[in-house]
C-alpha cells in the first residue's frame, strides 16, 4: 500500500462498518492518519439519521469523520444506483487530500457480482475485468482489501465484535 492516510468510504453499513471496525483496530492505520467519510445521497427518509449514526460509530472509536451531502441526478439516464454511485465517487474524490488513500468495503461476493453482471451485459474479454485491489482515484488511490473476503466472514466479524449497522431498504 502506497503511503498517505487512509479514509475509508463509511455507509454505516455491515460491509463498511467491518472494514472501519478493523482498521481502527490496527495502531499502523490511525499513525497513518485514518479518518471515514460518509456520502449522504439523501435518497432515503432516514439519511439524516444514517449521517447521525455515523458519527455516534466514529465518535465511539474515536476517529473524525466527513459527512458530505451529494444531489443526485435522477434524469441521468443511467438509472438512479449508477446516478448516486457517480455522485458519491465525485464528493470523495473532491474531498482525498494529495496521496490519501480511499479504502472502499467491497468484498469477495461483489467482486463475483461485478463480473456477472458485466457477463450479462454482453462485455468481451476487456470487460469483464473484475475490481482491483489498488488504482488511482481522485488526488490518491481507491483501495479495496477486503475483495478476497466472504460477506458471511464479515458478517461473523460484526457478529463477534458486536457492531452495528445500518440495513439499507432498498
Same mark, same amino acid.
Given at each position: 500500500?502506497?503511503?498517505?492516510?487512509?479514509?475509508?468510504?463509511?455507509?454505516?453499513?455491515?460491509?463498511?462498518?467491518?472494514?472501519?471496525?478493523?482498521?481502527?483496530?490496527?495502531?499502523?492505520?490511525?499513525?497513518?492518519?485514518?479518518?471515514?467519510?460518509?456520502?449522504?445521497?439523501?435518497?432515503?427518509?432516514?439519511?439524516?439519521?444514517?449521517?447521525?449514526?455515523?458519527?455516534?460509530?466514529?465518535?465511539?472509536?474515536?476517529?473524525?469523520?466527513?459527512?458530505?451531502?451529494?444531489?443526485?441526478?435522477?434524469?441521468?439516464?443511467?438509472? %438512479?444506483?449508477?446516478?448516486?454511485?457517480?455522485?458519491?465517487?465525485?464528493?470523495?474524490?473532491?474531498?482525498?487530500? !494529495?496521496?490519501?488513500?480511499?479504502?472502499?468495503?467491497?468484498?469477495? !461476493?461483489?467482486?463475483?457480482?461485478?463480473?456477472?453482471?458485466?457477463?450479462?451485459?454482453?462485455?468481451?474479454?476487456?470487460?469483464?475485468?473484475?475490481?482491483?485491489?489498488?488504482?488511482?482515484?481522485?488526488?490518491?488511490?481507491?483501495?479495496?482489501? %477486503?475483495?478476497?473476503?466472504?460477506?458471511?466472514?464479515?458478517?461473523?466479524?460484526?457478529?463477534?465484535?458486536?457492531?452495528?449497522?445500518?440495513?439499507?431498504?432498498?
Amino acid at each position: 500500500l502506497p503511503s498517505g492516510p487512509i479514509a475509508v468510504a463509511y455507509s454505516g453499513g455491515l460491509d463498511s462498518s467491518v472494514l472501519l471496525h478493523g482498521l481502527a483496530t490496527l495502531p499502523a492505520a490511525r499513525a497513518r492518519g485514518l479518518r471515514a467519510i460518509h456520502v449522504n445521497h439523501g435518497l432515503q427518509d432516514s439519511s439524516l439519521e444514517w449521517a447521525r449514526i455515523c458519527e455516534r460509530a466514529c465518535t465511539a472509536l474515536d476517529l473524525p469523520l466527513v459527512v458530505l451531502s451529494v444531489d443526485v441526478e435522477r434524469s441521468s439516464g443511467f438509472g %438512479l444506483e449508477a446516478a448516486a454511485r457517480r455522485a458519491r465517487f465525485s464528493a470523495m474524490q473532491s474531498e482525498l487530500t !494529495d496521496g490519501e488513500i480511499m479504502a472502499f468495503a467491497h468484498h469477495r !461476493d461483489d467482486q463475483a457480482e461485478t463480473v456477472l453482471l458485466k457477463l450479462l451485459r454482453g462485455a468481451g474479454p476487456e470487460g469483464l475485468s473484475a475490481m482491483r485491489k489498488l488504482r488511482p482515484f481522485g488526488h490518491g488511490h481507491a483501495w479495496r482489501p %477486503l475483495l478476497g473476503t466472504s460477506r458471511a466472514l464479515l458478517r461473523a466479524y460484526a457478529d463477534q465484535a458486536r457492531l452495528d449497522w445500518i440495513s439499507d431498504p432498498s
